[in-house]
């Protein structure tokens, strides 16, 4: 029987679809945050369910040939970086592991998953970072959660994100403290500026600044003059409203303080505005290696009409426009549609229909009026397709389904659906768009089999 608190010495099996690695004690499944395959650890236990328990490491016995120290002095706090223990080709070779285990677990199918594609420099990547701010205007305390919590691990920088983001954060404490902000506390439900977001451009070098309050801050006119001299690379600052209390972190309400209402940033050769609820991939440079395989799909397919379900700002749907007569763009929310109909007309491209709306109900009714694609593209959230979606499109027997996924847990559900109702897998390309995390995405390539 396993015991909260007491120390055992175990081997590590393998890792979980969260990297956090699983041993077992007389068969009792334990989960262990840090650890790699194969390495011998003493742990502690900390909690103790019916199912399994999560232990603590204290030491390792033996250590795995790819384990590295992590860069980061932040990482044993932080909950953002889970594999920066990981070698980075380790890293990829654990990524396609988990791709397979969750097909094999949750699609019970084993397709050709290809060999992870990396990057060349794993850091710095991200182009976007929300930062909750606590302590108060005297201490300001900006950063990340600690694992699991929402108590902020105070942070000076964040070797994943864009140096903006540490020019940021210092300047942002010293505004802080200088005017007095007052800071929000989340269990009273009081104060004002609760989180930071920032955008930045890889490609034009600009940045996106955006203060989540619970109200407009006093002296806002002067603070925003402080604002513009630290921060000279800004090109938009907003102020967003979300007095409620909630952990979603942006409000409904985006007031522009300054400048312009997007950002720009660009993918091979397009460029894309960017507002502030608008979904951009985070890593701007894999991105292109992403797109670039969902074109190599499509233009084997030959297609003259392309659905891009999920679109965002229109960027997939851009990407693959040359190569078909007509795509459809399918999003929810307003702000990106207008956004990829900004973007399409200064990328000169005219051969794309964007229309607002959830995919569940549009796709239905474009194909119920008699638009039948040759190919569609899915790029859902990390909840996957609706099911009514993936039931129209088994109806309407489309013969190729590109799907685009940033959680191999859903893609593998989803993919049971379909190929439980006549599709086959081809291939699943996975593309480390967040290298340190143990999040990975996956291009899947679906045909309609022969009847
Ligand atoms: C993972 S993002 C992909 C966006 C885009 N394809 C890209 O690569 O940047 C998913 C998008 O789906 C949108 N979305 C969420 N639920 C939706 C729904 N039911 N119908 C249509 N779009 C939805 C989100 O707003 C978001 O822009």
């Not at 439900?189 to 920032?198: E, K, P, T």
């Amino acid at each position: 029987m396993v015991k909260k608190s007491q120390e055992y010495i175990v081997k590590i099996d393998t890792l979980n679809h969260q990297a956090q690695g699983i041993a077992r004690i007389d068969g009792f499944v334990v989960f262990v945050d840090n650890v790699l395959i194969d390495e011998v650890v003493k742990i502690k236990i900390e909690e103790v369910k019916k199912e399994y328990a999560k232990a603590k490491l204290v030491e390792i016995l033996e250590k795995s040939p790819y384990r590295k120290d992590p860069e980061c002095p932040y990482y044993d706090f932080c909950g953002g970086c889970h594999l920066m223990h990981a070698k980075y080709q380790h890293q990829l070779k654990l990524k396609k592991l988990l791709v397979e285990d969750a097909f094999r677990r949750i699609g019970k199918l084993s397709p050709k998953i290809n060999d992870v594609i990396g990057m060349e420099n794993p850091f710095r990547y991200r182009n976007k970072t929300a930062l909750p701010v606590g302590g108060d205007y005297v201490k300001p305390q900006i950063g990340f959660y600690r694992k699991m919590t929402h108590d902020i691990v105070p942070i000076d920088y964040c070797l994943i994100q864009h140096e903006f983001c540490d020019d940021v954060i210092k300047g942002m404490k010293e505004l802080i403290k200088k005017h007095k902000i007052e800071v929000y506390d989340e269990r009273k439900h009081q104060g004002v500026l609760r989180h930071i977001v920032v955008r930045n451009s890889f490609a034009f070098d600009e940045m996106m600044l955006i203060l989540v309050c619970t109200k407009v801050p006093e002296n806002l006119e002067v603070i925003k003059k402080d604002i513009l001299d630290k921060f000279p690379k800004i090109k938009s600052f907003f102020v967003n409203l979300n007095p409620k209390r909630t952990n979603v972190i942006l409000g409904e309400e985006d007031i522009l303080i300054w400048g312009s209402s997007t950002i720009k940033d660009k993918i091979g050769n397009l460029t894309f505005e960017i507002s502030p609820k608008s979904f951009f991939q985070v890593n701007s440079l894999q991105t292109e290696v992403l797109y670039s395989q969902v074109v190599k799909y499509l233009k084997d397919i030959d297609a003259e009409i392309v659905f891009d379900v999920y679109s965002g700002i229109g960027t997939i749907s851009m990407f693959v426009a040359p190569f078909c007569k007509k795509v459809y763009a399918i999003e929810i929310v307003e702000d990106a549609v207008e956004d990829a109909k900004k973007s399409s007309k200064n990328n000169n491209i005219s051969n794309i229909e964007f229309i607002c709306g959830s995919a569940e109900i549009e796709i239905p009714r474009l194909m119920k009026s008699g638009i039948i694609p040759q190919a569609v593209i899915l790029d859902p959230p990390r909840r996957g397709c609706e099911k009514e979606l993936l039931e129209s499109l088994i109806e309407h027997k489309i013969p190729n389904i590109i799907y685009v996924s940033c959680n191999p847990s859903t893609l593998a559900r989803d993919s049971n659906i379909l190929c439980s109702n006549g599709y086959e897998i081809l291939e699943v390309q996975p593309v480390d768009m967040f290298p340190q995390t143990f999040h990975v995405e996956c291009v899947a390539l679906f045909k309609k089999r022969e009847e």
